[in-house]
């Protein structure tokens, strides 16, 4: 009989007791290098969605300070830059949708802080989505490409998303694995267009930023030579959301892999 170690052990919760020895050890070799894998995999997608996101948040709110010296706001520059443009067909709106050009509705959309703003990142931002009906306007193919693509894209989300819920209720009607997994696979290729449809964005949205807005704003004067490696900054921002929702939509494909515990 133990007397001192038994008296202390008795003494302590069993969750702040240190583990038997090897226990560590052992778990670690029980683990699956698979689901290691995995795991790794989930932190890198996580990571690759979020970080970009609350970069482009940290960019935007550093420059979004008033600006006494701008002579108008974010709405009112998208505006001025579309009639110089020749574009006067399309409209400048404000949106609580997030900033955007519809391609089909001729309209340039910008958040309240974008459109009612006069700080950088309110000129910066309009001026990037002008970028968008500049390409609307020279029928630059990729974004007619996005364009369609994306239409499909929205209308295969909801059909892979009805596939991936009704697999195990086919499995268990059937009764044959063959056919689940083919469904599946179906599934799977229709959510990832979406991730497609976002790896298709990203030329679209570097060339508003840097081949559209930004000889815009530095050619018109917009911008002075102290504000442009901030702008700069803000388009490469503006550009990079995409990643994350690239990123997004593989992390919906792997929650639909987790609830159909595959």
């Given amino acids: 009989m133990s007397g001192a170690p038994a008296s202390r052990a008795a003494g ?4 702040l007791l240190p583990p038997p020895q090897g226990t560590l050890r052992s778990t670690w070799n029980n683990w699956n290098p698979a689901v290691i894998i995995a795991l790794v995999l989930l932190a890198a997608i996580m990571a690759l969605a979020l970080l970009p996101q609350l970069w482009v948040k940290k960019v935007l709110a550093r420059h979004s300070t008033e600006r006494s010296d701008f002579p108008g706001t974010g709405g009112e520059f998208a505006r ?6 020749g574009l006067g067909e399309v409209k400048v709106e404000e949106t609580a949708l997030g900033d955007h050009y519809d391609p089909e509705a001729k309209v340039v959309r910008l958040s309240k802080i974008h459109y009612q703003g006069r700080s950088l990142s309110a000129v910066v931002v309009a001026a990037h989505e002008v970028g968008h009906a500049m390409q609307d306007a020279t029928g630059y193919p990729p ?3 996005r364009t369609r693509l994306a239409k499909q894209a929205q209308k295969a989300e909801t059909i892979g998303s009805v596939i991936m819920l009704a697999t195990p209720i086919i499995m268990l009607l059937s009764k044959s694995p063959h056919i689940m997994i083919i469904q599946l696979l179906a ?6 267009m979406t991730v497609m449809m976002h790896a298709v964005t990203l030329p679209v949205e570097f060339d508003a930023s840097f081949k559209r807005a930004l000889p815009v704003l530095k050619q018109g004067g917009y911008v002075g030579a102290k504000d442009l490696a901030s702008a700069r900054e803000i388009l490469r921002a503006a550009a990079l959301t995409y990643v994350a929702a690239a990123a997004m939509s593989m992390l919906d494909i792997m929650r639909w892999l987790r609830v159909l515990r595959i």
């Fill in 12 to 15: 302590w919760p069993s969750f």
């Fill in 80 to 85: 001025h830059i579309l009639d110089r443009m």
């Fill in 143 to 145: 974004l007619s490409a």
């Fill in 187 to 192: 599934g799977i290729g229709i959510l990832a």
